[in-house]
């Protein structure tokens, strides 16, 4: 079993910063990718970005690109959602999830609040 645990949501104003952990432990053997996703109220999840176990490879949702980076600390087992210059649509319950594939995603986190004011 693999555990994932988010944290660093918050309340920040447009413009502002803010950087999201997700701390995998337990058998992680056969997960080749962690992914950030967000679910807003009344909205389906929406992919924000995803990275090879390694670290190498990282891809972006569209509405991120050039405002997120994520990356990774493979001694400590987390990765990280650097968000910058932060807008109101960002609001949402960001999740870690964990798999074999960028398609697949057998493991989740519960949730980190990101709720940005205009």
């Known amino acids: 079993q693999v555990q994932l645990v988010e944290s660093g949501g918050g309340l920040v104003q447009a413009g502002g910063s803010l950087r999201l952990s997700c701390t995998t432990s337990?058998?992680?053997?056969?997960?080749?990718?962690v992914g950030w996703f967000r679910q807003a109220p009344g909205k389906e999840r929406e992919f924000v970005a995803a990275m090879g176990w390694s670290g190498v490879m990282t891809y972006y949702g569209d509405s991120v690109l050039g405002r997120f980076t994520m990356s990774r600390d493979n001694a400590k087992n987390t990765t990280y959602l650097q968000m910058n210059s932060l807008k109101p649509e960002d609001t949402a319950v960001y999740y870690c999830?964990?798999?074999?594939?960028?398609?697949?995603?057998?493991?989740w986190g519960q949730g980190t609040q990101v709720t940005v004011s205009s």
């Open positions: 337990g058998r992680t053997f056969g997960i080749n990718v």
């Open positions: 999830g964990a798999g074999p594939s960028r398609t697949r995603y057998d493991y």
